[in-house]
């Protein structure tokens, strides 16, 4: 009867006071982000374990591996991992392309299908050679092409990022627009690469994970932490 009593006594107690912090640390560390984010709201001595860099240092490899850029918001000198971890998968998450977005990285460019034959016969893209033609974006608002680009001709672009938004911070129009050619929409891939699109071209950011202190826009640090973001 006695050890009946300690097994239910040793069940209703706190699994960190049962395991103590550094194997519950291994515990957590084996469970996905979600769960982990989770235990952080079940007392302020888990949240002290479930937080700790150490943990999440891992987390934010694994999220990373495969994406085409990290958040430069993600990259703040002295933020913690698990602010680190949260911002990227808001960022990752985020639909409207800003100007530090089309400035930081490289575009590959071609044609599509209903652009113009003549056109199309200049673009190594539907002529299967290699490399793609690219596009680059300033701060000033304008854009250039490489060295011999057929396609480009030394004409002056400048380009313009157009966003309608209604009640509540709803997005109803986003669209970048490039000179007075037709307006591009703006999608993201899974792998957080950004591409841009009307009916003649398309334009598709050139991976570049490994740019030190990230890409995109630099948001506050002081962000809250909420397990419903990692669903």
Partial sequence: ???????????????????????????????????????????????????????????????????????????????????????????????????????????????NKAAPEYWRNLDPYWKGTSPLMRRYFHPDGSQTADPGDKVWGGHECCYSIVTSIIGEGKIRSHYVRINRWPQMFVSRNRDWSWEMSNCLYCYSSVPDADKIGGTGPLYSPSVNIFPQAYW
């Fill in 1 to 111: 009867m006695e050890t009946e009593e300690k097994l239910r006594s040793g069940v209703r107690r706190d699994p960190l006071e049962v395991f103590g912090r550094d194997i519950m640390m291994k515990i957590l560390s084996n469970l996905d982000a979600r769960s982990v984010a989770l235990s952080l709201l079940v007392s302020r001595a888990w949240h002290g374990v479930a937080s700790s860099d150490s943990l999440w240092s891992s987390k934010c490899e694994e999220l990373w591996h495969g994406k085409a850029h990290i958040p430069r918001a993600s990259q703040v000198r002295g933020l913690s991992k698990l602010a680190a971890y949260s911002i990227s998968v808001m960022d990752g998450k985020r639909a409207r392309i800003m100007k530090d977005d089309l400035c930081d990285h490289v575009w590959e460019f071609h044609f």
